[in-house]
Structure formats: structure tokens, C-alpha cells
């Protein structure tokens, strides 16, 4: 194949510091679609830190070869705080992610077991 990856549309954001991306995806081997695989090869495609880039979204097509991924680049990476919280989860792994859904769980439980003592 001979490129993997094609800029679909470009979007320059200077009041989020950001550049939006539309990617079309022609990866034989499905397994570099796994976000973090992804995120780690688009760090070396676009020359920045992978902490700088968020993946939205990757669609495929049912049957097709090729996939397409919504993309944000932060030129400023202190601002990507303001991607939605569901989103920066996807981005760490598994079993991070899973410790901190289970911690926040765990105060959820706490809060409502004091709540129902002062009652």
C-alpha cells in the first residue's frame, strides 16, 4: 500500500490552539487502528508528542479496507483539558483507566453511605 494515512480536511483552531483532522486510514493490519497504536503512529506522522493528540473518533465502514478517524492536534498541550472527560479516559490504558473508574466508584459509594448516617 502506498500510504497509510491521507489528510481527508484540515482545520486550523487559533482560539482552541488546536488543528482538527480528518483522516482516511488504509492500514492492512486492523491492529494499528487500537487507539493508543494509532495515537503513537500519528505522533510520528504529524512530528509531535502523543500527549498532544486526541482521536475522536475511528469509523469503518462494514467490509471495507479503509477507515476514517477524527483527530485533534493541541498546539498547547494544557488545553487539552477541554475535551470531554469520557474522551481523555480512552486515551490512557486499560488498566488505568480501569483503577480510576474503580477509585471514583469507591467515593461514590463513600459519599452515599455518609449521607444516609446523618440521616
Known amino acids: 500500500m502506498s500510504e497509510e494515512v491521507q489528510v481527508v480536511y484540515k482545520l486550523d483552531n487559533p482560539y482552541l490552539a488546536r488543528t482538527a483532522y480528518k483522516l482516511k486510514l488504509n492500514f492492512e493490519d486492523k491492529s494499528n487502528l ?18 498532544r ?30 475535551e470531554p472527560r469520557y474522551i481523555l479516559l480512552r486515551h490512557l490504558p486499560r488498566e488505568e483507566r480501569k483503577k480510576i473508574l474503580e477509585e471514583e466508584k469507591k467515593k461514590k459509594l463513600e459519599l452515599k453511605e455518609t449521607k444516609k448516617e446523618k440521616k
Not at 42 to 48: D, G, T
Not at 53 to 66: A, H, M, Q
Request: hydrophobic share 40%.
Open 34 to 51: 487500537q487507539r493508543l497504536k494509532l495515537r503513537e503512529y500519528l505522533s510520528k506522522y504529524f512530528n509531535v508528542e502523543k500527549e
Open 53 to 82: 493528540i486526541i482521536i475522536k473518533k475511528i469509523v469503518t465502514n462494514f467490509g471495507g479496507l479503509e477507515s476514517y478517524a477524527y483527530v485533534n492536534v493541541y498546539h498547547k498541550p494544557e488545553l487539552i483539558k477541554i
